[in-house]
């Protein structure tokens, strides 16, 4: 029997800082559902096909190969069998991601991929859907929200550490451009499922939410 925490929220919450730290803590595995889409549409970047094309995205996405494997305890995506993590955390990657991830057949692919992850380890898994469809009898849900200007900002921090000269306007429009194309689709939308516990992480410290989601788990007496 294995354990399962899902970690729901918008872009730039945190998720993955977080439940990368909880899963060190409580020896979990940590499963980022995010760079799975983010894997399929840099195979689309790589092939010229428009992420408005459905038909030739996922015509794409049915020949394509994902899978994920644990390096020192660090997920890596391949992409047909190629490590692509160093390629996949691009704001162009993000969006397209972000745009492929609403077609239903790509979903299908992905989330068959994460529910056999889920099915023999413990896992602390991030995404949108993760406490509404792919684990819905998960132990623990929570969904890890913050301020749009917040998160943007947070982006906009990142890049400028990598050395890029930013704006922030167009961070904080594509934010919140992405925040309502995943909430809105039709299929498997960002949902506050009712049973998750809502983290603000606005305001906290990296630690503070960390510990929060810990405990939450701790509570469960599990
Ligand atoms: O979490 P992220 O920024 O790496 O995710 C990139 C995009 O992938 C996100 O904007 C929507 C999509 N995604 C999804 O639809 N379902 C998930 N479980 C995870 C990500």
């Not at 077609?103 to 992850?117: I, T």
């Not at 961070?171 to 939308?189: G, V």
Request: glycine share 8%; proline share 3%; hydrophobic share 40%.
């Amino acid at each position: 029997m294995s354990y399962q925490i899902a970690i729901d929220g918008p872009a730039g919450a945190g998720k993955s800082t977080i439940a990368k730290l909880v899963s060190k803590e409580l020896g979990f595995v940590y499963v980022d559902t995010g760079a799975m889409y983010r894997a399929m549409a840099l195979n689309c970047l790589n092939n010229g096909i428009d992420k408005n094309d459905e038909e030739s995205v996922v015509a794409l996405c049915e020949k394509t190969d994902v899978s994920i494997k644990y390096i020192d305890g660090e997920q890596a995506v391949f992409l047909n069998g190629e490590n692509v993590n160093g390629l996949i955390r691009t704001p162009e990657v993000g969006n397209v991601a972000s745009s492929i991830s609403v077609y239903g057949k790509v979903r299908e692919k992905l989330v068959s991929l994460q529910q056999s992850l889920a099915v023999s380890e413990n896992v602390v898994m991030g995404g949108r859907d993760i406490g509404s469809v792919v684990l819905p009898n998960a132990d623990l849900k929570i969904y890890l929200d913050a301020d749009v200007n917040v998160r943007a900002k947070r982006r906009f921090d990142e890049l400028v550490q990598k050395g890029e000269a930013p704006s922030f306007d167009t961070i904080l429009e594509e934010m919140k451009e992405r925040d309502y194309r995943d909430t809105h689709r039709d299929n498997s939308p960002l949902v506050r499922v009712p049973d998750a516990v809502y983290v603000d992480s606005s305001y906290m410290t990296i630690e503070e939410v960390k510990d929060a989601i810990s405990e939450e788990f701790r509570k469960l007496g599990k």
